[in-house]
């Protein structure tokens, strides 16, 4: 090593005396004037890939919306929205490589729209805006079959187990704290987390950071149990389409007709998202009573958010690459033992001015407590909205796929008895139909024994008496027939 | 009690209805400002946007942005070569002939205190030998970096920089690089080099500030 360096600082001593003008490194040696008639190679200026890609990926995400709005609302058909699925993943996933999603393109919309000096192609505008419009009419048709990320989680669903209630909604507030984090630090120009910590990213590009892929596997596995843990449990565009759906025009049903509470699509739900028949079984005042209570609280949550949301958003802070170089010089500065590292040497070597980067993150600095105040009362107002939501009472009588939390993958279509029905209408082939959770119906148990394993039943099921209009429905009738009956 | 859930539901529906409306609207709104805006910036900044095809960069199509390392900024810290999302990184070592010395002793191609200045292996300061040596007249070599070979670490730019004219410089090969929404190279940058520019951009800055059309 001692060698090498005297040996450089012998050459530089040559260098120093042969090239006087030192100064400009373009000037050092001009080109020479070759005598053999030799001609200077160009730059290679590789291209990228071409830009009608772009719209090629834009059109292919509206027309697979479109085809899962059709496979989830019209044709009601699970295994077209798998095939759907399969082609997200090829196309969507291993083949675009993940960039650029909806998931994260709502960062790059919130970044234009918080700086103005920030723009966003219109492409990543509509793949932004397009899911979100599809769920304002049809729901979360995106996360069905469309979402990379969902679709990858979705095939290996296995054994799905319910979660307690309370776990499932305590866990159900952590996307609203992501996309929260992430709003903040876009706003202040950090980072873009979704994207930098897209958990299956590196599974599609095989490629990538070792604790990403580790991190995605993991997902994976904890899949296999709990129904799409990223969708449901970390999704911060989830939040966004969950809001876009609550609103929607149309949305998945789960029977075609009408509902005959006979629970079977409640178990066949992954992910929980089956709403039962409830009723209110407490007088009008009191539920008022408690409304005026979470009420009363709101303010209270909104402002223990604001107040302390800048302790939160300091501590993020720190993840900022300016913030952190000031620290790093105010430490070089005050103690003179400690050695630059490479971003205050480029940075000194930049010749920017201290007082320059002091301001930037001076102003940085008061962004990040005013997005902290903001940020710390949503959090605020999403914990008493959730508290709101969990004391409302509402009557309902049948079974119906939640607003906001079914992802229309359209596993239940096929459990619903009435579904066999319509479909019997059509054609009176034989079908094969796979039922999972069936026998607690016959013996009565309840909504105690879901997910246990499917079986699969030929069903050419004589039309039953009472079906139609019938609400007190005995699912005993829809036990298998012999294959002596079926053969009638 | 039929009747009054009737309403009920209607209310529900209109309610929904005109909220549903409102987000439409809102995310109209959206769409057409950031547009909009886009064109504006555009038609502002097209002084400064060399050799740009309009319909790129300039308010019919919006810009396409690219991923750009600034070789004025860059340290050779060698985080390039190990921070890409890829494993084979998309930064690459590029040179401009039209600013190279073509020097005997090349310090973007020999390693400091050679013994020779040989093509032999223990010579080369590339560490995987993607420098090629081609002889034009004496004492004149030409260089030139084999894509496949470079790691993008940066020693060469090193080399030329401190020595020399500063012909190589690192800069992102579009032809590999995925364009990530965010950087993962550019995260890293200890310098800050990295920033989005219009595709017309994407190859024009040069190592000593210079560009090319």
Known sequence: MRIRLISLSIMTLGLVLVAPTFVSAAERFPTPDFETGYTLPSTPQPAPRAAMWEVIDTVTLLAALVLGAIFALKLRSRRAITILSLFTIAYFGFWKKGCICPVGSWQNVFQAMTDPTTTVPTSVLFVFALPLIFALFFGRIFCGAVCPLGAIQDIVILKPIRLPQWLKHALSLLPYVYLGIAALLVYTGTAFLVCRYDPFVGIYRMNGPFWIIIFGAALLLIGIFVARPYCRFLCPYGVLLSWASALSWRKVTTTPTECIQCQLCEDACPFDAIEFPTQATEAHHHGLKRLAGILLLLPILLGFGFWTGPHLSNLLSKMDHRIQLMAQLELENSIPAIEMNDQSAAFRASGTSLASLQQEVTELQQRFKTGGHILGAFFGLVIACKLAALARVRTRTDYEPSRTNCLACGRCFAYCPKEHEQRKVGSSRKQVVSYSGFSHITHGVGRASPYSGSACIATDSPRAPGIPGSTSYNAKILLPKTPQENDE | ?213
């Open chain 2, 1 to 213: 009690m039929n009747q009054a859930q009737q309403t009920n539901i209607t209310r529900r529906g209109w309610l929904r209805t005109a909220l549903r409306t409102i987000a439409l609207v809102g995310l109209g709104g959206v769409m057409v400002g950031m547009v909009s805006r886009t064109k504006r910036l555009c038609t502002k900044v097209s002084s400064t946007c060399r050799g740009c095809a309009k319909r790129e960069a300039c308010g019919f199509a919006p810009p396409r942005t690219l991923w750009q390392l600034d070789p004025t900024k860059c340290i050779q810290c060698g985080l390039c070569a190990t921070s890409c999302v890829l494993e084979h990184s998309a930064v690459r070592c590029f040179h401009t002939h039209a600013q190279c010395g073509y020097c005997k002793l090349c310090f973007g191609y020999f390693e400091p205190g050679a013994k020779a200045l040989s093509s032999a292996a223990e010579n080369q300061l590339c560490p995987t030998g993607a420098i090629r040596r081609t002889y034009i007249e004496d004492p004149y070599f030409e260089i030139a970096i084999d894509k496949a070979l470079c790691i993008g670490c940066g020693k060469c730019v090193h080399g030329c920089k401190m020595f020399g004219n500063g012909s190589l410089y690192l800069q992102i090969d579009h032809s590999i690089c995925l364009n990530c929404n965010e950087c993962a190279i550019a995260t890293a940058c200890p310098a800050d080099a990295f920033s989005r520019v219009p595709y017309a951009e994407a190859y024009t800055k040069r190592a000593n500030g210079s560009s090319e059309a």
